[in-house]
């Protein structure tokens, strides 16, 4: 039962696409260091690989879904 589900838990993360630094800044128009300050301020959730940050590109649409502002 424990194997099994463990299972799920990998083939679920399988389908987790992961951007780097870089190609979020190009995605939200904005230079690596916000990108950076987003992710050390716990506003941009991001897992560490060695000394690199990867970003779950779900958790890019949210942030930006959220903080859209309606000037009108």
Same mark, same amino acid.
């Given at each position: 039962? /424990?194997? +099994? +589900? &463990?299972?799920?838990? $990998? =083939? @679920? /993360?399988? +389908?987790?696409?992961? /951007?780097?630094?870089?190609?979020? %800044?190009?995605?939200? #128009?904005? =230079?690596?260091?916000?990108? $950076? #300050?987003?992710?050390?301020? @716990?506003?941009?959730? %991001?897992? #560490?690989? @060695? &000394? =690199?940050?990867?970003?779950?590109?779900?958790?890019?649409?949210?942030?930006?879904?959220?903080? $859209? $502002?309606?000037? @009108?």
């Amino acid at each position: 039962m /424990l194997a +099994q +589900q &463990k299972e799920t838990e $990998y =083939s @679920g /993360l399988a +389908q987790v696409r992961f /951007l780097t630094v870089a190609e979020v %800044a190009v995605l939200m #128009r904005v =230079s690596k260091m916000t990108v $950076y #300050r987003l992710v050390h301020s @716990g506003d941009l959730p %991001a897992v #560490r690989v @060695g &000394k =690199s940050f990867r970003v779950p590109e779900e958790a890019v649409h949210a942030y930006l879904e959220n903080a $859209y $502002y309606d000037a @009108g």
